[in-house]
């Protein structure tokens, strides 16, 4: 059985641990509270660690899901050898490393907040360190929690701007969506799951289709029709243009936090 530390018990972490397969892997958790992190590691049955050090002495493979700035004054106080995987956002693998051994294994992730709910898309990257065994198991643990997409690092801001930030762009469609529905007289509980049940399928449909997204406006666009009424509608006040927009001002805010 392999022990998995996690230093951080928030959301994040949590979510992730309540997917974990416990029969194939033994978690224990540290934080800057003991009684915090006690009642933690109760309500999702796995291990407190009394303090960071005695997690990473514990541990096979030690998880940083805490915000970047600890992890940054973490990793500077314990030195260790063994495998880290670090969920701080903007740190890089070359960050990482200085702050660390020369021949420190180290893998960055980046989940989304669909973990909470089992649906995670996460990102993954390695350094050269990481050998294929380490690395499938920490795959294993980040798909407990949804899908993972091994990625060159150069694409970690694409990809947080992608699957990181969009799902409150995503929120604020369903939003507008169902407040039209209000407008035109349905109450807004009822179009908001109507939009969003609709969405979700959508999504599923792309996902078991061989065609590209467009084709599939195509098929529900019939000629002179409601849909592409509205498609044309959206064309004309730049939807693509305006959503394209704010992925790339996405990007550029991540280079800028990163630089």
């Known amino acids: 059985m392999t022990n998995i530390g996690f230093i951080g018990a928030g959301k994040m972490a949590s979510a992730i641990i309540k997917g974990l397969n416990k029969d194939k892997f033994s978690v224990h958790i540290s934080g800057r509270n003991i009684e915090e992190t006690q009642k933690t590691a109760q309500a999702l049955g796995v291990n407190a660690a009394p303090s960071h050090a005695d997690l990473i002495q514990a541990s096979d493979i030690i998880v940083l899901a805490v915000k970047p700035y600890v992890a940054v004054d973490i990793l500077t106080e314990h030195k260790t050898e063994k495998p880290i995987v670090s969920i701080a956002a903007g740190i890089t693998l070359a960050d990482l490393s200085a702050m660390t051994t020369d021949t420190q294994p180290i893998v960055r992730i980046m989940p989304n907040i669909n973990a909470t709910i089992q649906k995670s898309t996460t990102g ?19 798909e407990s929690v949804g899908s993972v997409h091994e990625l060159a690092e150069k694409d970690f801001g694409t990809f947080t701007a992608l699957a990181g930030s969009s799902p409150a762009y995503i929120y604020m469609f369903i939003d507008a969506m169902s407040r039209a529905g209000v407008l035109h007289g349905m109450p807004k509980d009822v179009s908001t799951k109507i939009v969003a049940e609709t969405i979700l399928a959508s999504a599923e449909m792309i996902l078991k289709s061989d065609e590209n997204p467009w084709t ?9 029709g409601t849909t592409v009424a509205g498609v044309v509608s959206l064309e004309k006040n730049n939807f693509v243009a305006t959503v394209i ?13 990163n630089k």
Do not use: H
């Open 245 to 257: 927009d704010a992925i790339t001002a996405t990007i550029e805010k991540n280079n800028t936090m």
């Open 124 to 142: 993954i990257v390695r350094n050269a360190y990481v050998s294929d065994d380490v690395f499938n198991t920490v795959k294993a643990i980040f």
């Open 216 to 224: 599939l406006v195509d098929n529900v666009s019939s000629p002179g």
